[in-house]
């Protein structure tokens, strides 16, 4: 592996927890290039929600590119844009009553939210947007601005204006009546706060620590922002295409964001591409106002259909997501019983959830033991305190109970080291 040492940038990360050169990869299995298999908890930060290689979509992508179809197209109209604008409507839209415009705004996530932040600011001629304490959003220098990482944001090297953050759902442990603070400040002229555009808002955190947002807590924000007229931005680029069971992870709460930020497993091939959808009202874009080179990935647009055909053409994907995270939920609360003295709690939805460490020091040394086993999972939270996982949503309930199996190992085997 001198290659990488030698040729690519120290900012690199996830390579320096899992050093092994992969190369191939199928459903919820990983193999590195001595034929070790992993079993992968962590689906690429939640891009492979339908797992690696889905042999559905693959079939479609493959038949696809050699048609020599359209690959590259900025915003010309291609017949794949037709086809995944029809079928996004059909399966996700309308059933849910959602009446959004579709903004290609850039292959990923930083950029959805981008073009959300830019919208919010021209629809209302405001500069301020609020987010919340532990809140990702994004490294480009307007998600950076309402995120909470200082990490991530120092790494801007430049200041990160126009964002305030606010207390997250239970952020002070329910000693604070929620959005005391928020409306309290919004209401007094003294306050400092000037009035904002856009709250955005994750409904479970995930690089936060997996922090959970409580379906009242939602309403209340919505309620607020209307309010107050501000405009509410759910990023859903993580939680959503039905990480915490229903498609957009905001249906639980019976909330209608006015923006809407997707990417990661909307292609459900790892496909780079995302989407930012607006309220009608709100496309107040000028033609070209903002744009990409890369906004009409025509492969993501074909992947992204047969994922839509395969798995949301009913309520098939999102009971059998609730059914898993239950057993995942169960298991892990078994976990923690069993490791009172290092376990501080679990939290999670659907299939995204955290064992909280008591020590931020073992979560790291759990993933590792855990990679040594066979096992692929992350860390998130403001310290790395949290062991993450995030299966893909076609994860059999063997392959759960086999992954959560080595994690109880894993972590087994950290406290006998640690008690030495």
């Not at 415009?101 to 850039?106: A, C, D, L």
């Amino acid at each position: 592996m001198d290659v990488f040492d030698r040729m690519e940038s120290e900012v690199r990360g996830y390579c320096r927890g899992w050093p092994t050169v992969f190369t191939t990869a199928r459903g919820s299995h990983m193999t590195d290039e001595n034929g070790k298999t992993y079993l992968d908890f962590f689906a690429g930060a939640g891009t492979l929600n339908y797992g690696h290689n889905n042999p559905q979509l693959k079939r479609r992508l493959l038949d696809y590119l050699s048609a020599d179809a359209i690959v590259h197209s900025l915003d010309m109209y291609t017949a794949a844009k037709r086809d995944f604008l029809e079928r996004f409507n059909e399966y996700v839209l309308r059933p849910r009553g959602l009446d959004y415009k579709v903004q290609f705004p850039g292959p990923a996530g930083n950029h959805s939210v981008e073009a959300a932040l830019k919208l919010a600011r021209k629809c209302t001629g405001r500069e301020t947007v609020v987010s919340f304490t532990n809140a990702f959003h994004g490294m480009t220098l307007g998600a950076l601005a309402v995120t909470g990482n200082s990490m991530k944001r120092t790494g801007a090297g430049v200041p990160l204006g126009h964002g305030v953050a606010m207390p997250y759902d239970n952020y002070l442990d329910g000693r604070t009546p929620d959005f005391l603070l928020f409306e309290t400040m919004l209401e007094d002229s003294g306050s400092g706060l000037d009035k904002p555009a856009a709250v955005i808002v994750e409904t479970v955190q995930g690089e936060g620590g997996v922090n959970v947002a409580t379906a009242e807590w939602l309403r209340g924000l919505q309620d607020l922002c209307r309010r107050h007229d501000i405009l509410l931005i759910v990023d859903d680029v993580q939680m959503g295409c039905g990480r915490t069971g229903p498609f957009f992870s905001f249906e639980e709460a019976g909330i209608v964001p006015d923006i809407v930020c997707l990417s990661k497993s909307l292609s459900g091939y790892g496909l780079p591409f995302a989407v930012t959808l607006m309220k009608r009202d709100l496309d107040v874009w000028d033609p070209g106002e903002h744009n990409g080179t890369f906004r009409g990935f025509n492969p993501a647009f074909v992947t992204a259909v047969a994922a839509l055909e395969t798995y949301w053409t009913g309520d098939g994907m999102e009971k059998e997501t609730v059914a898993k995270g239950q057993q995942v939920q169960t298991a892990l609360e078994s976990i923690a019983l069993r490791h009172a003295g290092a376990v501080d709690g679990v939290r999670g939805r659907g299939l995204a959830w955290g064992l909280v460490m008591s020590d931020a020091e073992l979560a790291p040394q759990v993933c590792n033991e855990a990679f040594r086993r066979g096992l692929l999972m992350e860390t998130s939270g403001p310290e790395s305190e949290v062991v993450k996982l995030l299966p893909p949503l076609t994860t059999t309930e063997e392959e759960l109970d086999r992954g959560l199996e080595i994690l109880s190992d894993s972590l087994e085997a950290v406290r006998q080291k640690v008690s030495v």
